[in-house]
């Protein structure tokens, strides 16, 4: 008997408008792995990854996160804040107007994003 993968996405489809960007996509993660998106640019690596975490809605098929089915087409699915899963965008995200500490305090939970804190995540 086989474990159930960590990441299930299963027949993923989604278009936005006319433009199909993902048609059928099928991808098994297993736990403890590590996994990489290639292809060229425009054949929908972004599109995939934001159905993951849940920044997009899935057309058709369904995703599942540890078991846990987290999205399906056509029905509601789980917020992306519930779903545990991190986005690390391939364009630069940081704010321009502040400094190194300012962005790094920027992530850190309310409370949790003094001067002593953000230093302790800028040395780790």
Known sequence: MTAEPMLRV??????FGRHQVLLGVDLQVPAG????VLGPSGCGKTTLLRLIAGFEELDQGSI?????EVAT????SVPAE???VGVV???GALFPHLDLAGNVGFGLARGRNDAARIEEMLEM
């Not at 792995?33 to 990489?36: D, E, F, K, S």
């Not at 599942?64 to 846990?68: E, L, T, V």
């Open 73 to 76: 087409g056509g029905r509601r």
């Open 64 to 68: 599942s996160i540890a078991g846990i």
């Open 33 to 36: 792995t590590i996994a990489a």
């Open 82 to 84: 519930r779903r545990r």
């Open 10 to 15: 299963a027949g993923a489809h989604k278009a």
């Open 89 to 91: 965008p391939q364009e």
